[in-house]
Structures are given as structure tokens and as C-alpha cells.
């Protein structure tokens, strides 16, 4: 089980975010990513292997975390990445993902 | 450039049997170490996991969706299809397919837009 926090996130732009990601057992970091969705949208990869950032990405975003404890952080927040990120593990069965983090 | 389109049925009945069908292009199912994933996303909530089938035609299903669930290829037409039987109101949401390769760790790098499937009588 992946559990975030906090919820939602309210901040202004410009702002700095950090958004966390707790397993209820030890993930091995290559198994851990980061995705962002906005409303209707599908979602996009931002970081895999828990700090690796995916084509694209920019480098404002940035992963960081180990055992049971994972952080996505965004250094500046651009009016864009207001949305909901998901952590997601696929090192044990069945993959699962967190229950998601506002960023409003 | 890959893009992946689910495409099916917005509405089934209770017990009905759902088929979904991903068209992708831009990559082959058969090239080694890459994979097609299934994630849906009930109305206003979050992501779960359905099932993956890799290159090779191994299969990775949710267990809690085994018994009802069959992930199958056409390399031929480039289609990954989902069956699903037994559908239930619990399974509405939207259904998306992901383009997935070893070098990102077989994560989803590349989403289909969705289809949003309703169960209801």
C-alpha cells in the first residue's frame, strides 16, 4: 500500500512543493515513479526509479527517496504543474498506486 | 512517435462481458523489453493497476481481477484487447492503455487518451 500525503497542497506559483510517498513495506528504488494528471487528462511520467526523470521533464521537478519513504519535489511551481500527482510502485504484485496529492 | 487509442463500448450491463481494444503505433509488441499496461481510474479517483502483457505474450493481471480478466495481442494490427467479464458498477471508470519499456523500469511513458466505460442496466 502507497500511502500520500498531504492530500492537497495549496500553494501559490513560485512556491516550492514536496509532496510525499509512504510504502507500508520496503520498495527497492528502481521500482518507484512519479506521475502528474490534470483533469481529463491522461497521466504523464515524471520520475521513475525514484529520482530518474523522465524525456521531457523539466529539471524543476526532482525525486528523491529510499525503503519505505519517497519524495517528489518541485523546486518552483510553474502555473502548469497545478494538477494531482500519483506515486506508483511496480517492484511487487500487484502494482499499486498512491490514493493521489492535489497541488492547488 | 508512439501513441496508443483504447477504443470499445461506453456502456455495458451488469454481467456483460467488456472488450477493449488499444491500436498503437509506433513501436512493435514483439521488440524485446517493451510491454502494453492496462490502469483505469474510477470517476474522481485514483489510478489502479488491471494488468500488463510484455513482449513475449507474458501476462501480468491484477489478482484481483484474474478469474474475470484476459489481456491478449495482434501483432499484426498492432492491438492489445482487454476482455473483462462479469462487469460490475464497481468496474465504471475511465480504462487507459500505456506504452512501457525496460529502460524506464516498465513504467508507463506513453498513455493512451482513455475510454470512459460505464456499468449500469
Known amino acids: ?104 | 512517435q508512439i501513441t496508443l487509442t483504447e477504443s470499445g463500448p461506453p456502456l455495458v450491463k451488469p454481467t456483460e462481458t467488456l472488450t477493449l481494444t488499444c491500436t498503437f503505433s509506433g513501436f512493435s509488441l514483439t521488440t524485446e523489453k517493451v510491454g502494453v499496461a492496462w490502469i483505469r481510474q474510477p470517476p474522481g479517483k485514483a489510478l489502479e493497476y488491471v494488468g500488463f502483457i510484455y513482449w513475449d505474450d507474458d501476462k501480468r493481471y491484477h489478482p484481483s481481477l484474474r478469474s474475470r480478466l484476459t489481456i491478449t495481442r495482434d501483432t499484426s494490427n498492432s492491438q492489445v484487447v482487454l476482455t473483462m467479464t462479469n462487469m460490475d458498477p464497481a468496474d465504471t471508470g475511465t480504462y487507459y492503455c500505456a506504452y512501457s519499456r525496460s529502460e524506464s523500469h516498465y513504467n508507463m511513458d506513453v498513455w493512451g487518451q482513455g475510454a470512459m466505460v460505464t456499468v449500469s442496466s
Open chain 1, 1 to 104: 500500500v502507497l500511502t500520500q500525503s498531504p492530500d492537497t497542497l495549496s500553494l501559490s506559483p513560485g512556491d516550492g512543493a514536496t509532496l510525499s510517498c509512504r510504502a507500508s513495506q520496503t520498495v527497492t528504488n528502481t521500482y518507484i515513479a512519479w506521475y502528474q494528471q490534470k483533469p481529463g487528462r491522461p497521466p504523464r511520467l515524471l520520475i521513475y526509479g525514484a529520482s530518474t526523470r523522465a524525456a521531457g521533464i523539466p529539471d524543476r521537478f526532482s525525486g528523491s527517496g529510499s525503503g519505505t519513504e519517497f519524495t517528489l519535489t518541485i523546486s518552483r511551481l510553474e502555473p502548469e504543474d497545478f494538477a494531482v500527482y500519483y506515486c506508483h510502485q511496480c517492484g511487487r504484485s500487484p502494482r499499486t498506486f498512491g490514493q493521489g496529492t492535489k497541488v492547488e
